[in-house]
């Protein structure tokens, strides 16, 4: 059974510094992170394609956070830097099993999902 489990979520103030990550049990091509807010649609952040390397960056967290994958290549992390109240939200994991020198930031494109670990950031 695949299971993708994040941890790491919690309260942080504006400007502040947070990581996420995500322990998966098996090996993936391409590797997510989305975020859902209250009321809003959830949207793909930053992802990485596992063979190649290769990441994108949603446009509102670029130069603000940092995908990463774990030395052992089952462990996914997410650095988060100048964190706004706007970055508050449910963030998850997702493992698709396509691509792999690319990725994509689309959830059309991930097999597996965790359940998620809650981002709040406020003063």
């Known amino acids: 059974q695949v299971q993708l489990l994040e941890s790491g979520g919690g309260s942080v103030q504006p400007g502040g510094s947070l990581n996420v990550s995500c322990s998966e049990s098996?090996?993936?091509?391409?590797m997510a992170w989305f975020r859902q807010a209250l009321g809003k649609e959830r949207e793909g952040i930053a992802c990485?394609?596992?063979?190649?390397?290769?990441?994108r960056y949603i446009d509102s967290v670029k130069g603000r956070f940092i995908i990463t994958q774990g030395s052992v290549e089952k462990t996914l992390y997410l650095q988060m830097n100048s964190l706004k109240s706007e970055d508050t939200a449910t963030y998850y994991c997702?493992?698709?099993?396509?691509?792999?020198?690319?990725?994509?930031?689309?959830?059309?494109?991930?097999?597996?999902w965790g359940q998620g670990t809650q981002v709040t950031v406020s003063s």
């Open positions: 997702a493992a698709g099993l396509g691509g792999g020198l690319w990725c994509s930031l689309d959830d059309r494109d991930y097999d597996y």
């Open positions: 990485i394609g596992r063979r190649g390397g290769a990441t």
């Open positions: 098996i090996y993936p091509d391409t």
